[in-house]
């Protein structure tokens, strides 16, 4: 949020000044929220307005999984000595199926929907989905951005978010110090986020048992989760043509982190089947054996991030690099590439390049074994597995004639999983797949001041 | 750690202040398109999809909050 105020003010579009009362009235209203002191009143013709970053968003996976409609503003108010206010907006319409965690079979299987209260069935060799999600999130944030003295700058902002099972609340601050002739900026930043998971039928217990319909005897009430996370940053100008950022991060997530929907299957020892069962005479159930995922309740997560941009005679690259390295034994690494070449004097084309790979946490399992003690932690969200992927897109973007900006994006996203054989035994060896995931995301964005 | 952090710190900012420009020679470095995020909208949604199917999140700013359960 930090950075992308201060990429928003110096993004900045040339409006002509207009003394808007409701502009006024918001940002003094939020001058309040935020705990600052409001302004001295400015000449109006001094002025620089509103500025609005716009956009609209469809992401979607192949085989029906998550759909994602989603509208976003980003409204940037610049005052006289680079002070900078900057209230963000986003709505998102989400529909689906994603994977649970349940390992496809020869068989069909029933499970008990997250709620408690139905089931569904996936048919024989089909990777079960749960399809049982419609949501929609709202997010809001507010940044106050200002100089302290000559060489400091502070911004500080706080952020929230609302999804039918899940609220996030959060506060952030920064201070950034310019040295050596500006050319020499280092920050450090602090964000701290409050979350709390009221998950459809209660937040199961880890590595308990999917129950019957009706049984709601191992779910828990509303849960928490706290992040605390610091960034530590230096921005360097290197030449008239290079500037480069480097950034150490840490965060430490703390309480209920398990996903409260995910599964894993019990399976037999020899077929690596997964173990069937009957439910009550005159009760729905499960047909299988199947525990709900536990993972950690701590998470502590370290990630150095290297960017550069480089302009080329017009053409600008922009490279980056992240090493991300946690407690749970996931190491990732992105590059994230792109080339902006213009096309005349106001458009432009960029493709766009990104790759990343990621290893396993050390509790990811695909099942486990009947009849063994249950091990502290286990979870088969795919997003806890050994993977790899890779976007590519391109983007085109053009002034219009009044002097605003519009682009639009098509990217491809392929994610590509890999479960090592020594991980499959019985008959899983060539059914049980990494669930491999395509997606398409499109934007469209419209940057336009007053 | 922390110390070596520290001191790789003092030896990048020593080793930068050689680097850099003259005031009057950041005409390229102010344009938009150079600076380290040209688009503040896209890069959130960026992170908030990546944040959401995968196990990073973070490194050019804060992590951020959310869910991102499906």
Known sequence: MVEAAAAVTRGHFMSKASDNKISAALATATYTLLGGISPAPVQAQEEPGWDYNTSLLFYGEDNDRVQDLSVSVLATRTFLDDRMLTLGLT?????????????????AQTFTRPSGNAVFTTP?????????????????????QQPLGRLYQLSYGGSASKEYDYTHLGVNAKLSRDFNNRNTTVSAG?????????????????????LDVGDLSNRLGGQDKDIVDVVLGVTQVVSRNLVVQANYSFSDSSGYLNDPYKIVSIVDAVTGDVVPRTPPPGVSGPSHEYVFEGRPDTRTKHSFYGQ??????????????RYMTDDWDIDSHTVDLRLRWPLGESRYLEPHLRFYTQTEANFYQIGLVNGEPLPAFASNDYRLGDFDAITAGLKYGWETKNG??????????????????????GNQVGLVQYPDLDAVIAQFSYRFGR | MKILAAIGMLLLMAGCSSMGVE?????????????????????ATDDHIYFSKEASSG????????????
């Not at chain 1, 024989?124 to 106050?144: G, I, Y």
């Not at chain 1, 605003?404 to 035994?425: K, T």
């Not at chain 2, 490194?59 to 499906?70: I, L, S, T, Y």
């Open chain 1, 91 to 107: 709505v998102d319409a989400l529909t689906g199926a994603t994977p649970h965690g349940g390992l496809q079979q020869t068989v």
């Open chain 2, 23 to 43: 005031a009057w020679d950041r005409d390229i470095l102010a344009k938009d398109e150079m600076q380290l995020t040209t688009d503040a909208l896209e890069a």
């Open chain 2, 59 to 70: 490194g050019r700013g804060f992590g951020g909050g959310g869910c991102g359960c499906n």
């Open chain 1, 190 to 210: 602090l964000a701290f986020s409050a979350d709390s998971i009221d998950a459809v039928g209660g937040a199961p217990v880890s590595l308990s048992s999917m």
């Open chain 1, 124 to 144: 024989a060799n089909t990777l079960p989905l749960d399809d049982s999600f419609r949501d929609t999130r709202v997010a809001v944030s507010a940044n106050w």
């Open chain 1, 308 to 321: 550069a941009k480089y302009y080329m005679g017009g053409k600008v690259l922009d490279a980056s690099y």
């Open chain 1, 404 to 425: 605003n900006e519009m682009s639009v994006r098509l990217e491809l996203y392929q994610q590509r999983g890999n479960i090592p054989a020594d991980r499959q035994f």
